[in-house]
């Protein structure tokens, strides 16, 4: 039977009454609507919440370790320190809801929608994100550690401080993103599109951003130490203390870049096809090559 907040509170039910009967039906919540409940700590572990409703609903603390819920929708709830390691939530819905500390590891969050919520000290660490949106998103502090994030969106999302160390970003959007303080060092950002983000003190160092396209993006000490970089579009994109050593620069077009000094591009690793600044000239030499400002 389909369990309804609404009925039970017409019937005069309290709130902690409510959350005893959740509890107890936590094996048969399948299409119910939970909207509103106040059931902060409930053990909903190992239940069976499939395409259930929980709209601006107070399920923080809430353990839901190893539940089935795919298509939830959680949209406008606080989901605060709650437990979803292990869980299937595939095609659930979380916009503007909060997931402050929430932990999310291991969880299968393909399809997800993540629309402005937000996003502090949370941890995503291995979690499945195939094709996950996160637009608009405040993400301070949260931990993308080794998760899967290939064709995902972060595009307008504000992110501060996170974690994508070993994450797999391919083709994952972050258009107009705002990225400040953090770690994508050996992750995988193949042909990923960071076009009109700003990018401030953040390292990438080992990743491979190969084919990724940073045209028209701001960079403020970034650090590119050891990356991939091969075939990358930086048009019109802005430096101001950006690190190339040892970054291969092959094919990559940075013809229309601004700030790039000779300097830096002494440090990386460039090839023929390697398209520099008018300004600039590189003379080569067997395979060592050095670059000038022309005369």
């Known amino acids: 039977m389909e369990v309804n907040i609404s009925a039970w509170r017409d019937q005069g039910l309290s709130d902690s009454e409510i959350k005893k009967k959740v509890v107890l039906s936590k094996h048969n919540l399948v299409n119910s609507d939970l909207s ?68 999310l590891t291991g969880a299968n969050l393909a399809n997800c929608i993540f629309k402005w919520a937000k996003m502090a000290g949370t941890s995503f660490i291995k979690a499945i994100m195939t094709q996950a949106v996160l637009t608009g998103a405040e993400i301070d502090q949260a931990n993308f550690t080794k998760s899967d994030l290939t064709h995902g969106s972060l595009r307008e999302a504000v992110i501060k401080g996170a974690q994508f160390n070993l994450s797999k970003c391919v083709r994952t959007d972050f258009r107009e993103a705002e990225i400040e303080g953090s770690d994508f060092s050996q992750a995988n950002l193949g042909q990923a ?6 990018i401030s003190q953040t390292q990438f160092n080992g990743a491979n951003l190969s084919q990724s396209n940073f045209t028209s993006t701001e960079m403020d000490e970034v650090d590119f130490t050891d990356c991939n970089l091969d075939q990358v579009d930086f048009t019109d994109a802005e430096l ?36 520099l600044p008018p300004h600039m000239e590189v003379t080569w030499e067997g395979k060592k090559f050095e670059c000038k400002l022309r005369q």
């Open 36 to 103: 509103g409940a106040q059931i902060k700590g409930a053990n909903l572990s190992q239940g069976n919440l499939m395409r259930a409703i929980i709209r601006k609903a107070d399920i923080s603390e809430v353990d839901f370790r190893g539940a089935d819920m795919m298509g939830v929708l959680f949209e406008g709830s606080n989901l605060t320190g709650a437990l979803f390691t292990g869980s299937h939530m595939t095609q659930a819905v979380f916009n503007e809801a909060r997931l402050d500390r929430a932990n």
């Open 193 to 198: 599109d960071f076009r009109v983000s700003t």
């Open 240 to 275: 101001q203390g950006v690190v190339f050593k040892g970054t291969r620069l092959t094919g990559a077009n940075l013809e229309s870049i601004l700030n790039l000094s000779c300097e830096q591009i002494n440090l990386a690793k460039i090839d023929k096809k390697t398209k």
